[in-house]
Protein backbone atom coordinates (compact mmCIF):
# COMPACT_ATOMS: atom_id res chain seq x y z
CA UNK A 1 0.00 0.00 0.00
CA UNK A 2 2.39 2.17 1.02
CA UNK A 3 4.63 1.95 -2.42
CA UNK A 4 3.40 4.66 -4.61
CA UNK A 5 3.41 6.98 -1.67
CA UNK A 6 6.98 6.50 -0.84
CA UNK A 7 7.54 6.79 -4.12
CA UNK A 8 5.35 10.14 -4.76
CA UNK A 9 6.59 11.14 -1.32
CA UNK A 10 4.16 12.57 -0.66
CA UNK A 11 0.82 10.90 2.53
CA UNK A 12 -1.64 11.62 -0.90
CA UNK A 13 -2.13 10.82 -3.66
CA UNK A 14 -4.96 10.93 -6.31
CA UNK A 15 -6.48 7.51 -6.70
CA UNK A 16 -5.34 7.38 -10.40
CA UNK A 17 -1.82 7.60 -9.69
CA UNK A 18 -2.04 4.74 -7.46
CA UNK A 19 -3.79 2.47 -9.68
CA UNK A 20 -1.17 3.55 -12.45
CA UNK A 21 1.69 2.96 -10.29
CA UNK A 22 0.47 -0.13 -8.88
CA UNK A 23 -0.92 -1.69 -12.72
CA UNK A 24 1.21 -0.09 -15.08
CA UNK A 25 4.47 0.66 -13.78
CA UNK A 26 5.35 -1.90 -10.72
CA UNK A 27 3.01 -4.54 -12.94
CA UNK A 28 1.51 -5.84 -9.01
CA UNK A 29 -1.61 -5.92 -10.05
CA UNK A 30 -4.88 -5.26 -12.95
CA UNK A 31 -6.16 -1.64 -12.53
CA UNK A 32 -9.59 -3.73 -11.33
CA UNK A 33 -7.10 -5.46 -8.59
CA UNK A 34 -5.44 -2.01 -7.92
CA UNK A 35 -8.94 -0.57 -7.17
CA UNK A 36 -9.89 -3.42 -4.92
CA UNK A 37 -6.83 -2.84 -2.73
CA UNK A 38 -7.66 0.32 -2.01
CA UNK A 39 -11.07 -0.71 -0.38
CA UNK A 40 -9.51 -3.45 1.45
CA UNK A 41 -7.00 -0.62 2.66
CA UNK A 42 -9.57 1.25 3.50
CA UNK A 43 -11.27 -1.10 5.37
CA UNK A 44 -8.13 -2.07 7.79
CA UNK A 45 -7.63 1.39 8.30
CA UNK A 46 -4.10 2.06 6.43
CA UNK A 47 -5.52 4.87 3.85
CA UNK A 48 -8.91 7.31 4.13
CA UNK A 49 -10.47 8.27 0.66
CA UNK A 50 -12.45 11.19 0.08
CA UNK A 51 -13.21 11.87 -3.48
CA UNK A 52 -10.52 11.28 -5.66
CA UNK A 53 -8.01 11.40 -3.32
CA UNK A 54 -6.32 8.62 -1.29
CA UNK A 55 -4.30 9.83 2.11
CA UNK A 56 -2.48 7.26 4.29
CA UNK A 57 -3.24 6.89 8.05
CA UNK A 58 0.59 6.48 8.59
CA UNK A 59 3.64 7.94 7.69
CA UNK A 60 4.75 5.95 4.46
CA UNK A 61 8.52 6.63 5.35
CA UNK A 62 8.06 4.00 7.80
CA UNK A 63 7.94 1.24 5.40
CA UNK A 64 10.52 -0.01 3.28
CA UNK A 65 9.85 -1.72 0.34
CA UNK A 66 12.12 -4.71 -0.26
CA UNK A 67 13.72 -4.88 -4.22
CA UNK A 68 11.94 -7.66 -6.44
CA UNK A 69 9.24 -7.50 -3.78
CA UNK A 70 6.07 -8.97 -5.52
CA UNK A 71 2.57 -9.19 -3.30
CA UNK A 72 0.46 -11.79 -3.21
CA UNK A 73 -2.89 -11.67 -4.31
CA UNK A 74 -4.01 -12.59 -1.16
CA UNK A 75 -3.20 -9.15 0.55
CA UNK A 76 -7.01 -8.08 -1.53
CA UNK A 77 -8.77 -10.47 0.35
CA UNK A 78 -10.78 -8.17 3.05
CA UNK A 79 -10.04 -9.88 6.43
CA UNK A 80 -13.60 -10.56 8.38
CA UNK A 81 -14.57 -9.01 11.25
CA UNK A 82 -13.84 -12.30 13.14
CA UNK A 83 -10.12 -12.49 11.92
CA UNK A 84 -9.79 -8.81 12.80
CA UNK A 85 -11.23 -9.21 16.44
CA UNK A 86 -9.18 -12.72 16.93
CA UNK A 87 -6.09 -11.02 15.77
CA UNK A 88 -6.82 -8.29 18.23
CA UNK A 89 -6.94 -10.94 20.84
CA UNK A 90 -3.81 -12.39 20.11
CA UNK A 91 -1.79 -9.47 19.77
CA UNK A 92 -2.81 -8.73 23.41
CA UNK A 93 -1.19 -11.99 25.24
CA UNK A 94 -3.97 -14.73 24.56
CA UNK A 95 -3.37 -18.07 22.51
CA UNK A 96 -4.93 -18.50 19.84
CA UNK A 97 -6.01 -21.77 19.47
CA UNK A 98 -7.64 -21.02 23.47
CA UNK A 99 -9.08 -17.84 22.45
CA UNK A 100 -10.79 -19.62 18.83
CA UNK A 101 -11.76 -22.52 21.67
CA UNK A 102 -13.28 -20.21 24.05
CA UNK A 103 -14.72 -18.35 21.08
CA UNK A 104 -16.77 -21.05 19.94
CA UNK A 105 -18.03 -22.30 23.04
CA UNK A 106 -19.85 -18.86 23.25
CA UNK A 107 -21.46 -19.00 20.34
CA UNK A 108 -22.43 -22.44 21.13
CA UNK A 109 -23.63 -21.69 24.45
CA UNK A 110 -25.00 -17.96 23.55
CA UNK A 111 -26.66 -19.02 20.14
CA UNK A 112 -25.22 -15.66 18.76
CA UNK A 113 -23.39 -15.90 15.64
CA UNK A 114 -19.69 -15.80 15.26
CA UNK A 115 -18.50 -12.46 14.97
CA UNK A 116 -20.45 -11.27 18.27
CA UNK A 117 -18.82 -14.55 20.42
CA UNK A 118 -15.52 -13.24 18.82
CA UNK A 119 -16.60 -9.36 20.53
CA UNK A 120 -18.07 -10.74 23.51
CA UNK A 121 -15.03 -12.73 24.44
CA UNK A 122 -12.79 -9.50 23.51
CA UNK A 123 -14.14 -7.73 25.02
CA UNK A 124 -14.33 -10.02 28.67
CA UNK A 125 -10.40 -10.07 27.63
CA UNK A 126 -10.74 -6.06 28.29
CA UNK A 127 -9.66 -5.75 24.24
CA UNK A 128 -10.67 -3.24 22.55
CA UNK A 129 -12.95 -3.72 19.45
CA UNK A 130 -15.16 -0.70 18.66
CA UNK A 131 -14.68 -0.52 14.84
CA UNK A 132 -15.58 -4.61 15.14
CA UNK A 133 -18.80 -3.64 17.05
CA UNK A 134 -19.90 -1.28 14.53
CA UNK A 135 -19.30 -3.21 11.76
CA UNK A 136 -20.78 -5.93 13.17
CA UNK A 137 -23.78 -3.97 14.19
CA UNK A 138 -24.15 -2.96 10.45
CA UNK A 139 -24.18 -6.28 8.89
CA UNK A 140 -27.04 -7.18 11.41
Do not use: C, H
Request: aromatic share 6%.
Amino acid sequence: MAAPFVQAGSETLPRSDFVVDLSLDRDWFSPEQAKRLIDVAEGEGLVTASGDSLELTFDPASVTVPDGYQPDESILRERSTFERVLDAVVAEGTDKQQAVAAINGLQSELGVTLETAAILYARRQGVEVADAIDRTLEAL
